[in-house]
């Protein structure tokens, strides 16, 4: 059965770091992976996405320098730095295959979703 698992995640203070990762498994083929998080009454917004075949990634500006976006094997992992009350969300994986990879930013329709893992950052 295809697959996203998110790890990671927890409760920091304001100014501190977290990694979340995501493995995909059952897929018989992706080439993009994604972060999108969704707060509390908020719409989902996107985060970062990464070209996984050729590395290219896209951030929201407000994950530009301080978040970080990696591929490996089938673990996508991203680093949470200078974290802010406003970061906290339930922080969501995506994957799917786009016939345009190095366009995909973070208006792409992906297809397949993770179950989410909380990130709490207190003031």
């Known amino acids: 059965q295809a697959q996203l698992v998110e790890s990671g995640g927890g409760s920091v203070q304001a100014g501190g770091s977290l990694t979340i990762s995501c493995i995909a498994s059952?897929?018989?083929?992706?080439?993009?992976m994604g972060w999108f998080r969704q707060a509390p009454g908020k719409e989902r917004e996107g985060v970062a996405v990464i070209c996984t075949s050729s590395g290219r990634t896209f951030y929201a500006d407000s994950a530009k320098d301080r978040f970080f976006i990696s591929q490996g094997n089938a673990k996508n992992t991203l680093y949470l730095n200078s974290l802010k009350p406003e970061d906290t969300a339930t922080y969501y994986c995506?994957?799917?295959?786009?016939?345009?990879?190095?366009?995909?930013?973070?208006?792409?329709?992906?297809?397949?979703w993770g179950q989410g893992t909380q990130v709490t950052v207190s003031s």
């Open positions: 059952g897929y018989s083929y992706i080439n993009s």
């Open positions: 995506a994957a799917d295959w786009f016939r345009n990879c190095d366009s995909v930013d973070l208006s792409a329709q992906f297809h397949y």
